[in-house]
């Protein structure tokens, strides 16, 4: 079996990858069978509908407008991310997004997120964090949320993706 549960939370097979691309809006144009099979939607619920159709109420803003900006500009990347399947369960993934190009034209077409399962450390390490971006978030906003992820890393010493990829 490649998902396993324990309470409310799904844990996948380290060895595999849940997989989806999206346009360039975020609309998810391509799910992998283990991402159907986790999210707990049908590939017919999925496919069109927008991507923060996992979004997850711990997830801080901060997080998805760094995936954002980043993308959107040609780059990659990581990140942990709390998704919520259709019946309320969540799993945990460290995922890799990245632009899909237009070979010809070299413009960007579309994204591409290929997620693995994160170890039980970097979690650990990363629900706190998140969680006291999330109370910074209702009252500081943004810049708040992204003041407490600065500082974390400057005390860490450590850029952004030496963080997420510490704790593999
Ligand atoms: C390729 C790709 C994969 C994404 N995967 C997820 C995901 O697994 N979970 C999630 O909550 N958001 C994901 N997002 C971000 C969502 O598009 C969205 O920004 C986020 O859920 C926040 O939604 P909101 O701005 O409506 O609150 C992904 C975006 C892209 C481009």
């Given amino acids: 079996m490649s998902i396993t549960q324990i309470n409310n939370e799904l844990r996948f097979d380290e060895n595999l990858f849940i997989v ?3 346009d360039l809006k975020g609309n998810i144009t391509y799910a ?11 590939e017919k619920e999925l496919i069109g509908a927008p991507h923060n159709i996992l979004r997850h109420q711990d997830m801080p803003k901060v997080v998805f407008k760094l995936l954002w900006d980043k993308i959107q500009t040609g780059e990659e990347i990581f990140a942990y991310v709390k998704n919520r399947t259709k019946d309320g369960k969540y799993y945990w ?11 010809k034209s070299n413009k960007i077409i579309g994204y591409h997120s290929v997620r693995r399962s994160p170890s039980s450390e970097g979690i ?10 999330i109370e910074a978030e ?5 810049q708040a949320s992204m003041a407490i992820l600065t500082n ?9 993706d030496e963080f997420i990829l510490a704790y593999e």
Wanted: charge should be positive; aromatic fraction near 12%; avoid cysteine.
């Fill in 93 to 103: 993934v460290h995922a890799y997004i990245t632009p899909i190009y237009n070979n």
């Fill in 20 to 22: 989806s691309k999206t």
């Fill in 32 to 42: 992998n069978d283990l991402f159907i099979a986790i999210s707990g939607y049908t």
């Fill in 124 to 133: 650990a390490i990363v629900e706190p964090i998140y969680k006291k971006m």
């Fill in 152 to 160: 974390t890393l400057s005390q860490l010493k450590v850029s952004y």
């Fill in 138 to 142: 209702k009252n500081g906003g943004i």
